[in-house]
């Protein structure tokens, strides 16, 4: 009998579920959150660097060229996403890791390369393909390594981590781009190199996370995945995870070799159709709200508070600051006070926040440092919010499934709100209208009130919750 027809019962994920945090658990939030440090170093270049596109004798980049490029690197990562989050379940997590990261290291190093609007855009659009298939390898491995009760602080804190890379990012443009030694055509070349270059460190620190226990056994290795958590066992207090009175909870499954295209479609779109509507929600007003707005912040400050390309930087680290804080002070009321109350308060929050801060725009009440407060005070809320938009696609979906569920509710999320969204703020701001601008922003906010009702109203109460119970494993044998 091949593997894929046999039947076994396990209790592996009732032990992974029971595991105290140990140094094994802070090691995969280190190697994990790396990534997205990566990719908030990459956006936030992104977004410092757009002056000194602007300023460039071989680039000359204008403000719709840039939000252009901008949603090439958005596109990228949508079909970076759906392609690689359907080889992540067929073929494993781990080796994903591998191969998303070099398709970034190779694109993120042949930016600084670029010649003209054309080139650039190509290798962002690749760039953009290799952090889209990192989303969905690596917030599947938090769900399937964490502990239940820790599952969704840990989420936040990883994907919050996006903010450390903002702020190195920040960092790295006022060095480079106010730099004597630098030429305007060299600084954001340099930038460039810099995330390519710290990206090698991420090769290293993944060797050791091991594949999923839980994708092990369902796809026929349940003696590896047995040796596996063995392993984090004798390194998780001090050894020892007892099991609870009676034993630990078993479940029974089918071992098979992948799931059909077919299954997944039934998955998501019939029998947890609700639940697709509540990710599709909340991906979209995410998505729209964080990249229309942070990737023409720094237009913002240029076309309407005159600030130079080269001190961008220093307003991004407040703003940087505020965004990681949010998800470390409020994380762990989402495994406290629930998933559904929370979701539902920082969506709810920050659209009313954006509504009020974008009319104080139009009237001219802000300056460039007052602005900048009020976008971190946004952002506080906005963090954790986006980040659990991700928590509840990568959790409320079955095993065989979740990462292909996850890239096409980015995929979805990002296509509609987010590709669109840097574009179209690209050409509000170049109109010069505080007015135009504005209209931009209250639609953001009415986004964000919209996802917060539906969160109010449907989302699942996974908090503290096996993944198994919160969503069935489709190989389950009842």
């Known amino acids: 009998m091949e593997f ?3 039947n076994i019962e396990t209790d592996i994920p009732a032990r992974l579920d029971n595991l105290r945090w140990s140094g094994f658990h802070t090691r995969v939030v280190l190697a994990l959150g790396i990534t997205w440090i990566l990719d908030g170093l990459e956006v936030t270049l992104a977004g410092a660097l757009a002056g000194a596109l602007k300023e460039s004798p071989s680039l000359r980049f204008s403000n719709v060229d840039i939000g252009l490029a901008n949603s090439a690197y958005l596109a990228g990562a949508v079909l970076g996403a759906l392609g690689f989050g359907w080889l992540t379940d067929r073929i494993g997590r781990k080796k994903l890791f591998f191969i998303t990261l070099s398709v970034y290291l190779a694109a993120t ?3 600084a390369t670029s010649w003209n609007v054309w080139s650039y855009a190509l290798f962002r659009f690749l760039t953009g393909a290799g952090i889209g298939g990192e989303y969905t390898a690596i917030n599947s491995t938090i769900q399937e390594l964490v502990p239940a009760r820790y599952r969704g602080w840990t989420d936040l804190i990883i994907n919050g981590s ?9 960092v790295s443009a006022i060095v480079l781009l106010d730099s004597p030694v630098l030429g305007p055509d060299s600084g954001w070349r340099v930038a460039y190199l810099t995330g390519a270059v710290l990206g090698l460190v991420v090769f290293v620190m993944r060797l050791w996370i091991p594949e999923s226990p839980r994708w092990l056994v369902i796809h026929g290795f349940p ?3 047995h040796d596996i958590v063995a392993g984090i066992e004798r390194v998780s207090a001090k050894g020892r995870n007892d099991p609870p009175p009676g034993g630990w909870r ?9 799931t059909p295209l077919a299954d997944v479609i039934r998955t998501l779109f019939s029998t947890y159709r609700q639940r697709s509507t509540v990710a599709l929600v909340l991906m979209v007003a995410q998505a729209f709200f964080y990249n229309a707005i942070f990737f023409t912040y720094a237009l913002v400050l240029s076309e309407f508070y005159g600030i130079g390309a080269s001190q961008i930087g ?3 680290l407040p703003f940087a600051a505020g965004n990681f804080l ?4 409020l994380g762990r009321l989402f495994d406290s006070v629930g998933r559904r109350k929370m979701i539902a308060l920082t969506y709810g929050v920050s659209g009313v926040l954006l509504a009020i801060t974008g009319y104080l725009f139009v009237i001219g009440f802000w300056s460039a440092q007052t602005q900048t407060i009020a976008w971190m005070v946004i952002f506080f809320f906005a963090s954790p919010a986006a980040s659990a938009a991700y928590l509840t696609v990568s959790e409320t979906f079955p095993l065989e499934v979740r990462a292909l569920a996850i890239a096409a509710f980015y995929a979805i999320g990002t ?3 987010g590709v669109a969204g840097p574009a179209l703020f690209g050409a509000l701001i170049d109109s010069g209208s505080r007015v135009s601008v504005f209209a931009g922003y209250l639609f953001g906010a009415a986004l964000m009130l919209g996802a917060a009702l539906v969160a109010w109203r449907y989302c699942i109460a996974a908090e503290r919750q096996p993944l198994e119970s919160v969503a069935r494993p489709l190989a389950v044998i009842e």
């Open 326 to 329: 949010g998800p470390l002070l």
């Open 4 to 6: 894929h027809d046999r």
């Open 314 to 316: 220093w307003y991004l």
């Open 109 to 111: 190093a042949a930016t």
């Open 223 to 225: 003696e590896q995945a």
């Open 250 to 258: 078993t479940i029974k499954l089918r071992m098979r070799k992948h």
């Open 162 to 170: 996006f903010w450390i890379g903002a702020a190195i990012g920040a």
């Open 415 to 417: 296509g509609v709100g």
